[in-house]
């Protein structure tokens, strides 16, 4: 990290997909909420909704037209049963996916839940100048998400490079 560069805070978007959460007792929200906040990013907002394809593509259509958000990361629905949508409903919102991300969230997951880690559909990507990072639902796998992945991508003073230096690009034509 390059610490001669000013850190640039983010506008951030949580979003929990889950059927039984509330507030009250939601931890991977609040995890993402805690991250975020400590790394100095601005939570804007943060949202729990159905798993229900249409209900997350329309909480994250929103604030991809916003133009106040930078970031959306969700939590929950990534998994195999019949109920996980959140990839379905995110993915053809997207405009370019970021591969790596789901290939080294689950390369980093082994180290801890060893072959479970396959039942992961971890994805991110970028839509409309928004990046998107959809995480399974526990709050362990929310840490290892934001601790060895994202918060560094979105720290403008990361080197070699970041997501944050890019995102005035991210509308060329």
């Known amino acids: 990290m390059n610490t001669d560069k000013n850190f640039i805070p983010l506008n951030i ?9 509330t507030n009250a007792d939601d931890t991977s929200g ?8 400590e790394a100095g990013h601005h939570v804007m907002e943060k949202k729990i909704v159905a798993d ?3 209900q997350i ?7 991809i ?21 959140t990839p379905e409903a ?24 060893k072959t479970s880690t396959i039942q992961s559909r971890a994805l991110a990507g970028v839509a409309n100048a928004t990046y998107l990072f ?14 060895a992945l994202i918060k560094e ?10 997501l944050v230096q890019l995102m005035p690009r991210l509308l060329e034509k």
């Open 13 to 21: 978007a949580i979003l929990v997909v889950s059927d039984t959460r």
């Open 30 to 37: 609040k995890t993402l909420v805690e991250r975020a906040t």
């Open 52 to 54: 229900n394809i249409y």
């Open 57 to 63: 593509r329309a909480a994250v259509s929103n604030w």
């Open 65 to 85: 037209a916003a133009d106040n958000i930078n970031v959306v990361i969700s939590t929950g629905g990534t998994g195999v049963t019949g109920r996980d949508g």
């Open 90 to 113: 995110v993915a053809p919102l997207l405009d370019k996916i970021l591969d790596g991300f789901g290939e080294t969230f689950r390369m980093l997951s082994y180290q801890d839940i």
């Open 134 to 147: 959809c995480l399974p639902g526990s709050s362990g796998a929310c840490r290892t998400a934001w601790d």
């Open 153 to 162: 991508q979105l720290d403008y003073r990361t080197r070699p490079c970041n």
